[in-house]
């Protein structure tokens, strides 16, 4: 597991992260998602999974850092305020994206596409 952690990042919050994870310090504080990437490549990371959100997702697909995506369909509907799995800046042009497998249990689907 890695960290990216920002200059300004407290000493002591740097050495706990370190305790359990590989730290990664940013070259400022803002995240610069392609750094974060290349530098994983080149301490041997060739695969990186992120979490983060539509946000972190949004921000990665712009970079062209995204080449799968994994999506979960429930068997539950529900309203209210609800973005895309890609919230921020409209991409300069859609990624076509093919179905690489679909899995089924208790009614969810489990679906993983993968960029063309």
């Not at 799995?85 to 990624?95: E, M």
């Amino acid at each position: 597991m890695w960290v990216w952690q920002v200059p300004s990042a407290a000493a002591a919050d740097r050495a706990r992260a370190a305790g359990v994870a590989d730290v990664i310090v940013g070259g400022s504080d803002d995240v610069d998602l392609a750094g974060a990437v290349s530098a994983l490549a080149k301490r041997g990371h060739a695969n990186v999974l992120s979490e983060g959100g539509p946000g972190i997702a949004a921000q990665l697909a712009t970079a062209g850092l995204l080449d799968e995506v994994c999506l979960t369909v429930a068997p539950l509907l529900a309203a209210g305020e609800a973005r895309r799995i890609l919230d921020g800046a409209a991409l300069a042009s859609p990624s076509v994206l093919e179905l690489g497998h679909v899995l089924e249990a208790d009614g969810y689907l489990f679906l993983r596409y993968r960029r063309r």
